[in-house]
Antibody, heavy 118, light 107 residues
């Protein structure tokens, strides 16, 4: 059974930083593309970032480009999202998702809440 | 960026009904279209990938069709556990955009 467990939830002030992690099990981690998707309270789903299986290529939504960095550690089966210059509009539940293909979200974590507020 | 629209934005249906949700993209994406179900308070779940392929473990009452810019999700024989919000999403090109969602609730 595939399990994805996000961590790094927190309340941060505007302009602050936060690092999210996503630990995977039950999956051959290095074979999968990895993604972050977020959902603001009461809103729809928004793609945030993706990284290829070998980590060579990364993708970002325009709304976060230049402020976040996605990375992966295949030896630890863990995905990361380093977020900086956080804005109130970045407040959301952040989900990690793995996919057999880039851009396909086969399995999702339970989500971790990021709140940006003064 | 590829823009996604869905219709309707919400619908009311009864158990046993056949429900159809439509998704349209701003440019052709061949069949790089996926459908997800989200129950309130839960993570989304992949139902259909590549427009018409049923994800493992998903009941056969769910089906998808379409190509290029027009796609459809059909739920035949609606069950109580199917009342949820459904999202289409394109995996043709980054950013991998989602539709705004269709909420299916109980009539």
């Amino acid at each position: 059974e595939v399990q994805l467990v996000e961590s790094g939830e927190g309340l941060v002030q505007p302009g602050g930083s936060l690092r999210l992690s996503c630990a995977a099990s039950g999956v051959t981690f290095r074979d999968y593309a990895l993604h972050w998707v977020r959902q603001a309270p009461g809103k729809g789903l928004e793609f945030v970032s993706a990284i290829t299986s070998n980590g060579d290529t990364t993708y970002y939504a325009d709304s976060v480009k230049g402020r976040v960095t996605i990375s992966r550690d295949n030896s630890k089966s863990t995905l990361y999202l380093q977020m900086g210059s956080l804005r109130v509009e970045d407040s959301a539940v952040y989900y990690c998702a793995v996919g057999q293909w880039l851009g396909r979200f086969d399995h999702w974590g339970q989500g971790t809440l990021v709140t940006v507020s003064s | 960026d590829i823009q996604m629209t869905q219709s309707p934005s919400s619908l009311s249906a009864s158990v046993g009904d056949r429900v159809t949700v439509t998704c349209r993209t701003s440019q052709t994406i061949m069949t790089y279209l996926n459908w997800y179900q989200q129950i309130p308070g839960k993570a989304p779940k992949l139902l259909i990938y590549a427009a018409s392929n049923l994800q493992s473990g998903v009941p056969s009452r769910f089906s998808g069709s379409g190509s290029e810019t027009d796609f459809t999700l059909t739920i035949s024989d609606l069950q109580p556990e199917d009342f949820a919000t459904y999202y289409c999403q394109q995996s043709y090109d980054s950013p991998f955009t989602f539709g705004p969602g269709t909420k299916v609730d109980i009539k």
